[in-house]
């Protein structure tokens, strides 16, 4: 049985609303030959019969935010379409935290475990369509964590963070957010999962006026594993699906 609680998920999903519903973000044109598994940023209908797929004019419709799939690009071709817009890919950073965690590669001591979260998060990322650009084991302490995330906000669109499962994570998190920018920590839902609770960020560019312009999201989930690919699932896939791709 889920551990998620839906009437959280709901005020999550709200909050989102609020700061990023109306945000513009970057579409771009490629040939449909790379257009496997990019969410369309037109709609597209059919102007003719395709009696290879078995399709009349008025079957032929692609909305916005659908994910082309190889038959998509065969009838795309077979319409005449050399070139398709798409939305483009955010850029995200990866970030485990927690002295608890080591490398995959070594072998863990008393009290600590490998690190499988930024596997599955690299993992279920890669899924939903956007351009991983680092993934990182932050295991020092308040400021090295701080750093990291600073630097991770300054070079991706938005960063996927798992959080330490020691006593007073979260409340550290959360203060490092805060400390991010305006409006910084935007929902703390310490209660989202049996195993650990989710914060939200969202950091404006201050150098950056540009109307509509997405802030820089920041999702810190549960540091344990299972539970925060269930959080995933419910916050950020639907938060990418939503507002970089149109999906829903």
Known sequence: MSSLRMDTIDELKKTLDEYFDGCAWKDEDIPISKAAGRYLAEDISGTEDLPGFDLTAAQVCYKTGHRLTVRDIGILASMGKFMVSVWAKPYVTVLTTGEEWVSVLDKPGPDQMRDANSFIMSALLNESGVQIVGMNLIRGKKAAVEEAVRSAVDHSDFVVLTMGTRMGAEA????????????????????????????????????????????AFVACLPGKPAEALEAYQVVVDYFIRKYYFRNL
């Open 172 to 215: 550290e998190m959360s203060e490092i957010i805060r400390g991010m920018g305006e409006p910084g920590v935007i929902e703390h839902a310490p209660v989202l999962t049996e195993g650990g609770g989710v914060i939200l960020g969202a950091i404006k560019d201050e150098f950056c006026h540009c109307a509509g312009r997405m802030p």
